[in-house]
């Protein structure tokens, strides 16, 4: 079966974090300091953390080979898909031309994402490695997309399978945090938005609701506005839009420092 970027965590947070120490040869991954905040950041974007681990391990060994380990850029991608987020480029050693530089670990794994959501499966309908890797890493450019795809799929298997805390999918019927989930997505689509389960916006919408306070419908997707030298992100709904300030960097933001329109205007 093809290998989809799009579904439930196949490997736990602990999983993530213990491949991540691990590292290789070269040493223990730069990126497991942060690899929790890593992984929610990968499945708040609905993606599976352990198909983003194998696209990190193939281009950069975790960070530690090649050019990423001055770029931050955890799918050696070439520009940015968010070039707000960009920090530079960078020239490859080895004669492969230059690569975006990122200020974080968290930022390029942010634009990484990002591209993978909007670009691929939004874009173009690639839902599987197997379909993107042709566009992600063409063989035109030197790469062995045959190989590419084996090493990923090898990677997230033997990941499952030595996994101290597997995650465990229910065979029955939806349970009712399931169907909330659910029915939160469709409310989502429904105005051409994505409902992330794990974003701090979603979560603080979700609670709301079980609490008889309803936002209401998302009006849209969330973005950033910036007032007065400090940025902000917001999602508005219908009955009222939530913000949280951007921190500086922006790894110390507080994300569950959610605010709400209604109560500034009182």
């Not at 990122?102 to 390029?108: H, M, P, V």
């Amino acid at each position: 079966m093809a290998l989809t970027f799009q579904t439930a965590p196949r490997i736990s947070q602990a999983e993530f974090r213990r491949v991540l120490e691990r590292g290789t040869e070269l040493g223990r991954s730069p990126v497991a300091p942060f690899a929790d905040e890593c992984y929610q950041i990968i499945v708040g974007y609905g993606l599976d953390p352990a198909v983003a681990l194998g696209f990190f391990a193939h281009e950069s060994q975790f960070g530690l080979d090649g050019v990423s380990t001055k770029s931050l850029n955890w799918g050696n991608v070439r520009t940015p898909y968010d070039p707000k987020r960009a920090a530079g480029t960078v020239q490859s050693a080895s004669g492969h031309g230059e690569f975006v530089c990122f200020r974080s670990w968290q930022d390029g794994l942010r634009d990484w994402c990002e591209r993978i959501l909007n670009r691929y499966i939004k874009e173009r309908g690639l839902t599987t490695v197997d379909a993107a890797i042709p566009v992600y890493a063409p063989s035109s450019d030197g790469n062995n997309e045959k190989a590419y795809i084996q090493h990923v799929e090898r990677l997230v298997t033997r990941w499952q399978a030595e996994d101290p805390q597997p995650v465990v999918v229910s065979t029955g019927g939806p349970s009712v945090a399931e169907l909330q989930d659910a029915l939160m997505v469709a409310a989502f689509e429904a105005v051409g938005a994505t409902y992330h389960p794990e974003w701090a916006f979603h979560q603080y919408a979700m609670n709301e609701a079980k609490a008889g306070r309803f936002l209401g419908s998302p009006l849209g997707e969330s973005k950033r506005i910036t007032v007065g030298g400090q940025q902000f992100s917001v999602q508005v709904f219908a009955l009222d839009t939530l913000y949280t300030p951007i921190g500086n960097p922006e790894s110390s933001t507080n994300w569950s420092d959610i605010r709400r329109l209604s109560a500034l205007l009182k």
